[in-house]
């Protein structure tokens, strides 16, 4: 089975909490603090593996947790951070933000990676809060949160070469007589229902990747049969093989059928150099109307090349050709990010919903804030209400007439508000 676009779901390690501990040595009965920082978090690393080429693996495991940090511990030892949870996918991997469909990389080069979710920092112990005028501060830490996102991972194979056509054309065929793939063939429409991938090893020193991309059809460029499952595999070829059936009434219809949809799904795929061939030449009626057919062509400054999949006729010097368009063309710098629009976000941001369960806090960093307080230690607790009149929330929920004892939720924590 081939998988080529997947949902998954990572979350990124939470960070360590840091601790309140009071230094105790004999003879030193202050010793002052000491508590330890928490470990990061582990972070959400995909990393591309040259040898896959399917994304198969997440079809049956969707969700992915990296490791939290440890704690922090006391005499000032520092939590140990998670490890990365690396996940290996095929070049040609676009991942994609579900919920916002941002664009967040496009992962094509050999071992190249891409930090998806960022593990949480540790929180900071006690022994970071201590001043000339609290000399042992009861406050820490906990961890930040890690991060947690529904990623679209789609797959474009990355190949020198596209075998395009009408299904039944024999593109897999040629595939399978050009290199070591064995694609199913059969004498039935979308035989080829998954791309297929082959190396054709031309000599000693050249070879080039080729993909037999399942048959288009008109309407293709608009989701009609196969459709956008498969045309965006095309959009990673240098070059094309416009593969043409000899036994179809008008072959020469069917070129400009399968150019439209191309040139309709995406301007760059219209303008791809392209190698025509008529195939099965090894039938009589296909050998006999080819002089016809190579003079229409030869009208519209096309070469046709005359092959036969099942006899090999003309295979290698069609491999040749191909491989030297390839020579002819200029390496073109893949794109790693393609352009993406977002607003700036100020991360002090809040938004305030009065409900009947009470007032409701939402934000990114006071959400944050809140995550990463101990509510149960004092110092902690007012530590976090200097944050919110900091930042403004004090004052708006004053202003939007909040009232002694009413409830305000801000994350998962529900709080009382005092004046």
């Not at 603090?33 to 997440?58: A, E, Q, Y």
């Not at 056509?165 to 039935?188: D, V």
């Amino acid at each position: 089975m081939f998988i080529d676009s997947v949902l998954i779901y990572v979350s990124s390690g939470k960070g360590g909490d840091g601790m309140v501990h009071m230094h105790r040595e004999k003879y030193r009965p202050r010793g002052g603090p000491d508590g330890g920082d928490g470990g990061r978090g582990g972070d959400v690393i995909l990393k591309v593996n040259p040898t896959l080429n399917t994304l198969n693996r997440f079809h049956y495991n969707q969700k992915f947790l990296a490791k939290p940090g440890k704690n922090g511990g006391p005499s000032n030892r520092t939590g140990r951070s998670a490890p990365d949870l690396v996940l290996e996918v095929p070049p040609g991997t676009i991942v994609y933000n579900d919920e916002t469909t941002d664009l967040v990389g496009d992962l094509t080069d050999g071992d190249q990676t891409l930090v998806v979710a960022k593990g949480g920092r540790g929180g900071r112990g006690n022994q970071h809060f201590a001043t000339s005028r609290n000399q042992m501060p009861l406050t820490a830490e906990r961890g930040e949160p890690g991060e947690e996102f529904v990623l679209r991972l789609e797959l474009k194979l990355i190949a020198d070469v596209g075998l395009v056509g009408l299904p039944n054309a024999g593109k897999s065929s040629i595939l399978a007589a050009t290199t070591r793939a064995t694609p199913k063939i059969a004498e039935y429409p979308f035989t080829t229902l998954e791309p297929n991938l082959g190396v054709v090893q031309l000599d000693l020193d050249n070879s080039m990747v080729m993909a037999d991309i399942p048959g288009l059809i008109e309407g293709a460029s608009e989701g009609i049969g196969l459709g956008f499952d498969f045309l965006r595999h095309v959009q990673r070829t240098r070059i094309l093989i416009h593969v043409l059936d000899g036994m179809n009434e008008d072959p020469y219809a069917d070129f400009e059928t399968i150019n439209s949809e191309l040139d309709m799904f995406d301007e760059r795929l219209g303008n791809l150099p392209q190698i025509v061939v008529l195939n099965k030449m090894d039938l009589p009626m296909v050998a006999e109307k080819f002089p016809r057919l190579n003079q229409r062509f030869a009208e519209e400054g096309i070469e046709l090349l005359p092959v036969s999949a099942v006899s090999h006729m003309n295979l290698k010097e069609l491999m040749w050709r191909a491989w030297q368009r390839l020579q002819e063309l200029p390496i073109e710098p893949v794109e790693t990010a393609l352009p993406v629009y977002r607003a700036d976000v100020d991360p002090n941001a809040f938004e305030i919903e009065q409900t009947e369960e009470g007032w409701f806090v939402s934000g990114k960093r006071i959400e944050r804030a809140a995550a990463m307080t101990f509510f149960d230690q004092p110092g902690s607790v007012r530590r976090f209400q200097r944050f919110m009149a900091g930042i403004g929330v004090d004052k708006a929920l004053r202003k939007a007439g909040i009232q002694e004892g009413e409830s305000v939720f801000i994350g998962d924590w529900e709080l009382t508000w005092q004046d």
